[in-house]
């Protein structure tokens, strides 16, 4: 069956230094792959979208990689403050259907 | 940008009423509409995908006549829980696909629904 899997469930880093978060996936081809970020009580906000032909993707301080070989994405915030601390889902999109499929999501406290 | 507006953001009903929940498109027109429940500490489940002019598809497992969605403008989608129960308290969150394949989904602010 198709799995996507965020391994770490939560994350705590001191400020200043960089975040990586994982998102591993199974049984899937996906067009593209996605990162969002979520606070509590609110929607997700998109962030970044890497297509399944790019390897790596930035926006500022944040910083997407797409591995289709290991099925893997990795998502790095550089020089991370408190205000990053958030819960950070990735999303594969399939394309045709354009559904997307989440993660469980990293919470991420950045401490100052 | 994008902008999908949703209301109500918390909504505390009975048991056995029903709540409409409404998402508008503000600046742009969303022929699909998605819409997820979402459990705490949990990810996103797709419930079903709506769209205008036509019934919404709905994933398996999320029952038709519980969980009512109409599509009925360019602009509007709404989802109505019909009979709610305590199990069906949830976060439910409305989406709308990029414009483009290069832009990400735009998502409503989710309501907070408690029922009774």
């Known amino acids: 069956s198709q799995k996507i899997e965020q391994n770490s469930e939560a994350l705590n880093i001191q400020e200043g230094k960089t975040a990586t978060l994982t998102c591993n996936y199974t049984n899937y081809s996906p067009a593209y792959l996605q990162w969002y970020r979520q606070d509590p009580g609110r929607g997700p906000v998109f962030l970044l979208l890497?297509?399944?032909?790019?390897k790596e993707k930035r926006k500022e301080r944040l910083k997407v990689t797409f591995d289709t070989t290991l099925k893997q994405s990795l998502f790095h915030i550089t020089a991370s403050q408190p205000a990053d601390s958030a819960t950070y889902l990735c999303a594969l999109d399939k394309g045709s259907a354009r559904q997307l499929t989440f993660g469980s999501g990293t919470q991420l406290t950045v401490l100052p | 940008g994008a902008v999908v507006s949703q209301h109500p953001s918390r909504v505390i009903c009975k048991s056995g009423t029903s709540v409409k929940i409404e998402c508008r498109s503000l600046?742009?027109?969303?022929?699909?509409m998605f819409w997820y429940r979402q459990f705490p500490k949990k990810s996103l489940m797709l419930m079903a995908t709506?769209?205008?002019?036509?019934?919404?598809?709905?994933e398996q497992g999320v029952e038709k006549d519980k969980f009512l969605i109409n599509h009925a403008s360019l602009t509007l989608s709404t989802l109505t829980v019909t009979s709610a129960h305590p199990e069906d308290s949830s976060f439910y969150i409305c989406?709308?696909?990029?414009?483009?394949?290069?832009?990400?989904?735009?998502f409503g602010s989710g309501t907070r629904l408690t029922v009774v």
């Open positions: 890497i297509r399944e032909n790019e």
């Open positions: 989406s709308a696909p990029g414009q483009t394949s290069n832009y990400g989904y735009t």
């Open positions: 709506s769209n205008e002019g036509s019934k919404a598809t709905y």
């Open positions: 600046d742009f027109q969303a022929t699909t």
